[in-house]
């Protein structure tokens, strides 16, 4: 019955460790995403901004959308 109680406790624990690691990955993501559409957002500016200019700021906003 010790035995049944400890490895119930272990499990509950990593279950807690877990969804605390999904919970964070969850944080990152959303995180992420709003960077992706306001530099996407600032990209599409640029181009109606300077349809054939911006090249480097074009380039410069492509590289932080591929994370």
Not at 27 to 43: D, K, N, P
Request: hydrophobic share 35%; glycine share 8%; net charge negative.
């Amino acid at each position: 019955m010790d035995f049944v109680q400890s490895e119930r406790g272990r499990l509950q624990g990593e279950m807690e460790t877990v969804r605390g690691e999904r919970d964070q990955l969850r944080i990152r993501v959303e995180a992420t995403e709003a960077r992706a559409e306001e530099a996407t957002r600032e990209l599409e500016a640029l181009r109606l901004r300077e349809p054939s200019g911006g090249q480097e700021e074009i380039a410069r906003l492509r590289s932080e959308l591929q994370i």
